[in-house]
């Protein structure tokens, strides 16, 4: 099993990024996919979750009308589309997936995103 987030980066103020996670080893359409983030001296937070028919996401309050998360279990890949990114979203994001509810069981490694002019 592998998952390996891409598409991060240096971006400023009010800037977009796309990131990507690339995932492997098991069958991507049998379960929900979640972004979630660890700023520098902080704990990991939930971002971003969509279930695995895709046909039900949510978002954390500082990330709703921002972000959108996304699935294309064809090319076995999720992404979460950042816009009107601000300084306070630098931080690692992780993909996850889980095959129910409650902890997620895979997760990737990480991608930095840093937000600042």
């Known amino acids: 099993v592998q998952l390996v987030e891409s598409g991060g980066g240096l971006v400023q103020p009010g800037g977009s990024l796309r990131l990507s996670c690339a995932t492997s080893?098991?069958?991507?359409?049998?379960?929900?996919v979640g972004w979630f983030r660890q700023a520098p001296g902080k704990e990991r937070e939930f971002v971003a979750a969509l279930t695995w028919s895709g046909g039900s996401s949510n978002y954390a309050d500082s990330v709703k009308g921002r972000f959108t998360i996304s699935r294309d279990n064809a090319k076995n890949a999720v992404i979460l589309q950042m816009n009107s990114l601000k300084p306070e979203d630098t931080a690692v994001y992780y993909c996850?997936?889980?095959?129910?509810?409650?902890?997620?069981?895979?997760w990737g490694q990480g991608t930095q995103v840093t937000v600042s002019s």
């Open positions: 080893g098991f069958t991507l359409d049998e379960y929900d």
């Open positions: 996850a997936v889980r095959s129910g509810t409650g902890t997620y069981d895979y």
